[in-house]
């Protein structure tokens, strides 16, 4: 005796009048997937390539190309990359403000800039 659900299963029966929603409504079926996450990531991959592969796509690939050969100068004691003389004073002002800026050090660093624009 019982329900087809008890003879089935074996556990006990579903309360009446259950619905697995409050607003009383059965819910619907599951939407199909219609592109699994791998092909929509190498979709959005493929236009960025074609567009120039970063910010401002193709129109400013030669840009971005001449920005990474600037000139460069690597600080000696922390070894950051530094572009220009002025951003070096800076950093030497925050980062090593006990080590004075002046004179051999000063020197040194400018030939630095000198050889690497050479």
Do not use: W
């Not at 600037?70 to 080590?99: G, P, R, W």
């Amino acid at each position: 005796p019982g329900s087809a659900f008890v003879r089935s299963f074996g556990g006990p029966t579903p309360p009446t009048g259950h619905l697995s929603n409050s607003a009383g409504v059965m819910p619907g079926k599951a939407k199909f997937q219609k592109h699994s996450a791998a092909s929509l990531e190498k979709k959005a991959k493929d236009a960025k390539n074609k567009a120039g592969a970063a910010g401002g796509g193709g129109k400013l690939a030669n840009a971005r190309k001449n920005h990474a050969a600037k000139v460069s100068v690597n600080c000696t004691i922390c070894k950051t990359q530094i572009f220009n003389m002025t951003k070096l004073i800076e950093h030497y002002d925050a980062k090593h403000a006990k080590i004075k800026f002046e004179g051999d050090i000063k020197a040194g660093y400018e030939a630095q800039f000198a050889g690497a624009k050479a």
